[in-house]
């Protein structure tokens, strides 16, 4: 097989800066390292265990590959390209909103239409961008950061896509048909009630959060047994890379956090499709309830957002900044804290609705003490540059970026969480930035910091620098100046949600400069579209560790092959590569001619059984079909329901069914 | 002349602050805008700090070429400057904290007795307005605007007749939700004569961007005054044209909806018109009351307000004008 | 990138019963969801009772007692044998645990039919008011994982007489009786909280 350029040996300096990292040798290499190249050209595993690996994982062809194949490279790469147009349709609808208010009593947009668009907004980018998105990146690096071959559950991944991208084409082609939610991404009932709500927009929400938390759940479970259970030899807790630590805490939330909203979501639509009564005052129901089981679901949902931000950052940092991070144990221990913290801050969203004042207090004091394990984090992180050696390739510009703009946010944050200065700031221009410098400063950065980053390994290229700091700078004054100016809008007075205001209020100016801000926003966004294009076509030929960075997932080729790694990494430091920089220790030993993965013990990471991990199969997709079935024909009659559990109790089954003789025919391993 | 001179105070009005929390004119408000100073300060203080440490770190010994890595680190000063910045942010949140719970303590306590009493009702996309204090003959019912007497506790109660709204008056007060089911209250001290606006801040439907309430604070004489007045019965028809309009009123169906005490018109579902030409706007702060914006609101309600309960009705020019005459005439 | 071999994980067993099991640890993770889910609805269903002055609603009776009861009993039963058949998947004897799955889907089939008699002594509906509501809830969630599991089993079961058993689907029997559990255990609150809160709050 060709094989990539090789990384430097140790001592060697790296190609200059600002030119895109050929990753070749430079021709001052010596006969010795001449000679180490050739050492590691030696393929580790003989020629025909090699091949029956490379036949045992691959993919049939075509069309039919693509529905069947379980690897979960394949499975993430498609999550991240179908979030990200969402994120780029989203997106679209807050420029159409911009226009809209860029001057007052605009009639650009009516007010049935806005109501639509700002609830898609932030409906997509909420449940079909933030949170698939994170989740693609941790499932695509989970497995090669441990050293497995695969995640957990391959088929479940394989489901779970296919059901988010149902769940996301439900709303949209809603919205095309004119029979898209337009109650924000929230649905406060009773507007989003029967009776203020007629026809099927709400379902069309309600039904679309079934199925992205159903995938989302399925990740979690999938990533959460994947790290517990699948981590090299050696990996203790104590040793995981601080990304993984993030997934770990984030699974755990995000099993607790959504079966909430899935309650929630589901009991609106048994009122509007049943005839219940869980949220009707008049027959003993309860707006409130709607509020706490969404808001319990919520609020851990903005730092299941958050934290994967913070994963970007902390594999960034320490690999530009040239050291292990600062504070490694405070550091989990932040993640962990934020983790648990976040549950019980939930009714900071609900301090307008007269519950009791006593009690308010208390989530004031839990939602700023939030606000001490963020603290800490981002002194570690600046610390770690501090006492490094930085160097600013793009990824790392976006991990300054990230600080700059996230603790603006964090800050107004604490703000907010005091519950008089809220009952001003609630529900006005300010929370509009309030949240928006956290998501996109939490989030969205280090996202883009993690594209900069991650795109040698996943795609064989590496991006353009220069496009790469032209696209971060523009991105940081475009962002700023699109929400800095909503702060002082909230101050002034401008309530969220209106497709319009009054002239004469002073809130002109400001919101010119906030359209003006989306306008470069959007040109910073093309310009990375157009990056990843000319880079995928023409960028330079990414080696293994262009980066030279220290975790398991850099030890194989870019992009790596469907198996991952030959050989099962062994690990006895937090810094794999940067340990062994000249060979890395591995376990032979799993089958060649069957697919196999390693189970080692959860904290010690002792090997101890292997197991067979599932052969490509149709059955995933075909059980989303019939979930599919169930969940869109539900919006439309209670019977589909019914009716629709049948086949999807087939899909099921053969799913599970294991591929075996039958009795009497001695059993071949599956 | 007239409609130039109430253009030019309402955008004057807004120039000066009339929505906001940064210009309060009542005790509530006055309160909260000490949690802003004090969390302005302390946070920028804290911002200050935290980019003061990256610029340092990131300027200190930046590289243009990657240097070998280290995996060999003493970091024991890095983590005592981590105690202490832990520490620092625990004091912080602490008075943060201490004084966002006192405010919140004394704003939660107010003498009931002395209270001037108002029952507040949301509805898509408009507030009734309802005195409540003293018997049945000294309780009256308007619509979109509240007088409150200086120096004195109104104690507002906060309903909805059909979803989610929330009662907003930024420089009197923060903001309070109206829920079915639930009957909020809010207490609002205004010490500062003037007019403010209030907007609903619950999103509510098609027009919630139009449901705005005007709140003039006046002297306890003036407030009397007003208040007497709106105890009144509607003029009665002034002249034919007057009497025509009247008639349109009730002919065409408004009455079915609106109210006008003395004036045959009991319908509930919509503001009360008793005193109509005596409120500032119309259409819950969405136009400035004059005769051209009720003769637009009365043609066309959905041009203006694309959603709202009120249909579009037919009549004529002349029935028009007539409308609009009698209507003006509701001082 | 150049390794060196340190260690042969070719000895290693090729199957693994619960803790050490991968699959066991995703039931577990789905298990945890679903008891968040039950969790939630017990708190609904205690937030509604508190909004209200009387549970429930009047002039409602609570639910009829008996076919609650008779569930309940055949539920204990059940979870007997349901344990001891897991103990006998780890022995991976293929008679005894063909003979316990035919067990358990009868006893299952039991259960199913006593939770039809319950779904029809509500005394009220899922449409009259919240309280309706929050109790049909409550019966509901916990006769979708009934009737899921049951389906499961039966599944199980028909693979199993079919087929000759490997160490895997032991295995499965295994995790398939931790499932059955949670059915189990998941219906004492619930049971609690449909038949007796009505009565004692």
């Given amino acids: 097989m060709s094989r990539p350029p090789k990384k430097p040996t140790p001592g060697r300096k790296k190609p200059a800066a600002r030119k895109p990292a050929t990753a070749k040798a430079t021709s001052a290499e010596t006969d010795e390292a001449k000679t180490a190249s050739a050492a590691i050209a030696k393929p580790v595993l003989e020629p025909a265990a090699l091949e029956e690996l490379k036949e045992t994982w691959k993919d049939a062809p075509g069309l039919w590959g693509w529905l069947t194949t379980v690897d979960h490279k394949r499975i993430a790469r498609r999550y991240i390209v179908t979030a990200f147009i969402f994120f780029l349709l989203a997106g679209l609808a807050a420029v159409a909103m911009r226009l809209q208010l860029s001057r007052p009593e605009n009639d650009l947009i009516s007010p049935a239409r806005y109501n639509e668009i700002f609830t898609m907004h932030g409906t997509t980018m909420m449940f079909i961008f933030a949170v698939p998105i994170l989740e693609a990146v941790a499932i695509y690096l989970v497995p090669l950061m441990v050293g497995a071959r695969a995640l957990a559950f391959p088929r479940l991944n394989a489901f779970s896509y296919f059901v988010y991208l149902a769940g996301a084409l439900l709303l949209w082609v809603g919205f095309i048909l004119n029979i898209g939610p337009d109650v924000g991404w929230f649905a406060y009932t009773p507007l989003s009630g029967p009776e203020y709500s007629p026809g099927h927009r709400t379902d069309v929400w309600a039904q679309m959060i079934t199925f992205t938390e159903i995938a989302a759940l399925s990740v979690a479970v999938n990533i959460a047994c994947t790290i517990l259970r699948m981590r090299a030899p050696g990996m203790t807790l104590s040793r995981m890379p601080l990304f993984v630590w993030v997934h770990l805490v984030v699974s755990i939330m995000t099993i607790l956090a959504l079966p909430a909203v899935m309650l929630a979501s589901s009991l609106l639509m048994s009122d509007r499709l049943l005839g219940t009564h869980f949220y009707n005052a008049a027959e003993g129901g309860s707006h409130l309830l709607y509020q706490h089981l969404f808001w319990f679901f919520g609020h851990p949902e903005v730092y299941i957002i958050f934290l994967p931000g913070v994963a970007f950052v902390s594999m960034i940092v320490p690999t530009f900044a040239r050291r292990p991070i600062v504070g490694y144990i405070p550091m989990v221990l932040s993640q962990a804290a934020i983790g648990f913290l976040s549950f019980g801050l939930w009714v900071h969203h609900m301090f307008a609705t007269g519950l009791p004042r006593l009690g308010d207090s208390f989530y004031t004091a839990a939602s700023m003490a939030i606000a001490l394990p963020s603290g800490v984090q981002i002194f570690c992180w600046i610390a770690t540059i501090w006492s490094g050696r930085p160097v600013f390739r793009t990824p790392l510009l976006w991990a300054v970026g990230f600080v700059i703009t996230f603790v603006i946010g964090g800050l107004t944050g604490v703000m907010v969480a005091s519950v008089p200065l809220d009952l001003q700031l609630h529900d006005t221009y300010f929370v509009v930035a309030h949240f928006h410098y956290v998501l996109i400063g939490g989030a969205v950065f280090p996202l883009f910091g993690a594209f900069a980053y991650w795109f040698p390994k996943f795609t064989g290229r590496m991006l353009s620098e220069r496009l790469g700091a032209w696209q971060f700078w523009l991105f940081f004054i475009g962002f700023n100046v699109a929400f800095f100016p909503m702060h002082i809008l909230g101050l002034l007075g401008m309530p969220r949600r209106v497709y319009t205001y009054p002239s004469g209020m002073g809130w002109e100016p400001y919101n010119q400069i906030a359209t003006l801000g989306g306008v470069i926003l959007f040109l910073s966004i093309s310009l990375f579209i157009f990056n990843v294009f000319k880079s995928l076509s023409s960028g330079a030929k990414a080696d293994d560790n262009p980066w030279d960075a220290s975790t398991l997932e850099w030890s194989t080729p870019s992009p790596p092959p469907p198996y991952n790694f030959h050989h099962t990494p062994v690990v006895d430091s937090r810094e794999p590569l940067w340990e062994h920089r000249e060979d890395l220790p591995v376990m032979e030993g799993l089958a060649t001619k069957k697919r196999e993965v390693l189970v080692t013990s959860a904290s010690e990471a002792h090997p101890d059984n292997r197991q067979s991990s599932p052969d490509p199969s149709i059955w995933p997709f075909i059980s989303a079909l019939a979930v599919s079935g169930v969940l869109i024909g539900t919006i439309f009659s209670e019977w589909a329901f019914v009716w629709g559990l049948i086949p999807l109790t087939f899909a099921l089954s053969a799913w599970f069914w294991p591929k075996r003789p039958r009795a009497g025919k001695s059993g071949e391993p599956h | ?331 | ?201």
């Fill in chain 3, 1 to 201: 990138m150049k390794t060196r071999v340190v260690g042969d994980v070719s000895s290693l067993p090729d199957h693994a019963f619960g803790l050490k099991s991968l699959l066991w640890w995703g039931l577990l993770g789905f298990m945890v969801i679903e008891a968040m889910a039950f969790i939630l609805a017990g708190g609904a269903y205690l937030y509604i009772r508190g909004q209200n002055p009387a549970w429930p609603f009047p002039p409602d009776a609570p639910p009829a007692l008996t076919a609650g009861i008779v569930t309940t009993v055949l539920f204990v039963i059940s979870e007997v044998v349901n344990r001891w058949l897991a103990k006998m998947a780890k022995t991976m004897n293929e008679q005894i645990v063909r003979l316990g799955v035919t067990l358990m889907i009868g006893i299952g089939f039991a259960i199913v039919v006593s939770r039809i008699f319950e779904l029809a002594s509500m005394n009220t509906r899922w449409d009259v008011n919240a309280y309706g509501s929050v109790t049909w809830l409550l019966l509901f969630l916990h006769t979708l994982h009934l009737l899921t599991d049951w389906v499961d089993t039966a599944v199980l079961g028909s693979w199993l007489y079919t087929h000759k058993i490997e160490p895997t689907q032991f295995t499965e029997v295994y995790d398939n009786c931790g499932y059955w559990s949670f059915v189990f255990w998941s219906w004492l609150p619930m049971w609690g909280l449909i038949y007796f809160a009505p009565r004692l709050m």
């Fill in chain 2, 1 to 331: 002349m007239k409609r130039a001179a109430l253009l030019m105070a309402l955008a004057l009005g807004a120039c000066s602050g009339m929505q906001t929390p940064l210009a309060p004119a009542a005790d509530q408000a006055e309160q909260i805008r000490s949690i802003w100073d004090v969390m302005l300060w302390v946070t920028s203080f804290f911002y200050l700090l935290v980019i003061g440490f990256l610029a340092w770190a990131v300027w200190r010994r930046r590289r243009k070429e990657t240097a070998p890595p280290r995996t060999q680190v003493h970091d024991q000063g890095l983590e005592r400057t981590l105690a202490i910045w832990a520490g620092m942010i625990v004091a912080g949140l602490t008075l943060l904290i201490s004084w966002s719970f006192l405010v919140d303590r004394s704003l939660a306590s107010t003498q009931d007795d002395q209270a001037l009493h108002i029952t507040v009702t949301g509805a898509q996309w408009w507030w009734r307005v309802e005195y409540t204090d003293g018997t049945p003959d000294k309780q009256f019912e308007t619509a979109n605007e509240i007088h409150l007497p200086v120096g004195e506790t109104a104690r507002i109660k906060l309903m909805t007749s059909d979803v989610i709204h929330s009662f907003w008056v930024p420089n009197l007060s923060g903001k309070m939700d109206m829920i079915p089911g639930r009957e909020n209250v809010i207490d609002i001290t205004p010490r500062k004569i003037g007019v403010y606006r209030g907007q609903c801040a619950e999103f509510c439907g098609f027009q919630h961007a139009h449901m705005a309430l005007t709140v003039v604070v006046e002297s306890r004489e003036d407030f009397n005054r007003w208040r007497n007045h709106q105890l009144t019965p509607a003029a009665p028809p002034a002249s034919p044209k007057h009497a025509l309009g009247k008639a349109v009123f009730k002919a065409k169906a408004c009455s079915l909806c609106h109210e006008i005490t003395g004036a045959d018109a009991g319908g509930r579902t919509a503001p009360n018109l008793t005193h109509l030409a005596s409120r500032r706007t119309i259409a819950a702060g969405t136009l400035p009351m004059n005769r051209g914006s009720l003769a637009g609101w009365i043609s066309d309600p959905q041009a203006i307000k694309p959603g709202a309960k009120m249909p579009n009705v037919p009549m004529s020019a002349a029935e028009s004008d007539a409308l609009v005459t009698y209507l003006e005439s509701l001082k």
